[in-house]
């Protein structure tokens, strides 16, 4: 799947455009961005995720850059999509902008600072924790080694933030 791209599963589904980060229309708004650059992982995640029908309006980055641009846009690229994501799922060690840098700056926009953060990384380091709490981070969850316990963690995070968590408000218009 190139990076940037819309997942789409179903009838029904759409492609987001070439750059991932095209306007949103009514029923088609991204539920859930996925920052992951591991393929594995990423492949895991998604097929968790579908396991519970859950993937209808995922949209997919592979780094820190393309988590930026998808979220407030970019020169090259244009203004960003109409509506932000319900939820972010985001890993911590990326390529080009690390996880939390790209927390950091949505906790600092008030666009996207009421959007749940939920990191899903591999790493224990205390200090990773420590911080992403300070920045705004609303779960911290070190992502399992064993399979089956990898896909019902993340069926569980996309079960709460998508179905049972009520967001304080929906964004509306951005950039």
Known sequence: MPAGSHEPHGPGSEEA???GAGSWGAGNEVELLVVEDNPE???LTLR???????TNRVHV???GVEALEFLFGSPEKGPPGTTAPLVILLDLKLPKIDGLEVLRRAKA?????M???VVLTSSKEQRDIVETYKLGVNSFIVKPVNFER???TVRHLGLYWLLHN????????RG
């Not at 968790?48 to 859950?54: N, S």
């Not at 926009?109 to 600072?113: I, L, M, N, W």
């Open 48 to 54: 968790a995720f579908r396991q519970c029908k859950l």
């Open 41 to 43: 992982d990423l492949d």
């Open 115 to 117: 959007i749940p953060v």
């Open 166 to 173: 009520e967001p304080s408000r929906r964004a509306g218009p």
């Open 17 to 19: 455009g070439p750059t």
């Open 109 to 113: 926009d008030p666009r996207t600072q």
């Open 61 to 63: 980055v592979r780094d």
């Open 150 to 152: 990898f896909a019902e």
